[in-house]
T-cell receptor, first 117, second 107 residues
């Protein structure tokens, strides 16, 4: 299993500002994943973050809006830039600590509840 | 891209009842997982089940990969089972989540 710590747990931000979310895993992992969950909706993958390379973004998400860092094998950050009320969501980071080349069991942090005024 | 649909979207049960949740997916996948999101938002991995049947206490899951569906069975439901259940399929090194089933169990 894995313990994934995410912070902040919640924040209220003003339109036009940026927020950086931190994610710490208690073991080394190859891939980390960032998801967005809009109110009452399912989870949508934002990007996959590999250590030492650029993050891979899904359709509809761009690096300028959601820059991601992955400085080592246990840590990643997601920044939500130039926020608008439409960015109000829960943001979750996740990882599979199994060390396999495929995803077997994904573990999630407790999420960041973001509200943009 | 792959579509992952779950049914029913909402389910209301009285404590002690049994239920079956379904997950249909539109393409072949490498694996499938079931998650429970509790009312506080925490996601818990229930099963990793690319095929076959697994059981864990009152929960069991069956995946028929050739027919592109999976079922999650909850027996003798308890109020603590309330929340949203998601299936998620893995394709090309990423997990795609289904639409979810919101379960409410009343005493």
């Amino acid at each position: 299993s894995a313990v994934i710590s995410q912070k902040p747990s919640r924040d209220i931000c003003q339109r036009g500002t940026s927020l950086t979310i931190q994610c710490q895993v208690d073991s080394q992992v190859t891939m980390m994943f960032w998801y967005r969950q809009q109110p009452g909706q399912s989870l949508t993958l934002i990007a996959t973050a590999n250590q030492g390379s650029e993050a891979t973004y899904e359709s509809g998400f761009v690096i300028d809006k959601f820059p991601i860092s992955r400085p080592n094998l246990t840590f990643s950050t997601l920044t939500v830039s130039n926020m608008s009320p439409e960015d109000s969501s829960i943001y979750l980071c996740s990882a599979d600590p199994g060390g396999r080349i495929y995803i077997e069991k994904l573990f999630f942090g407790s999420g960041t509840q973001l509200s943009v005024l | 891209g792959i579509q992952v649909e779950q049914s029913p979207p909402d389910l209301i049960l009285q404590e002690g009842a049994n239920s079956t949740l379904r997950c249909n997916f539109s393409d072949s996948v490498n694996n499938l997982q079931w998650f429970h999101q509790n009312p506080w938002g925490q996601l818990i991995n229930l099963f990793y089940i690319p095929s076959g049947t697994k059981q864990n206490g009152r929960l069991s899951a069956t995946t028929v990969a050739t027919e592109r569906y999976s079922l999650l069975y909850i027996s003798s439901s308890q109020t603590t089972d309330s929340g949203v259940y998601f299936c998620a399929v893995e394709k090309t090194d990423k997990l795609i989540f289904g639409t979810g089933t919101r379960l409410q169990v009343f005493p």
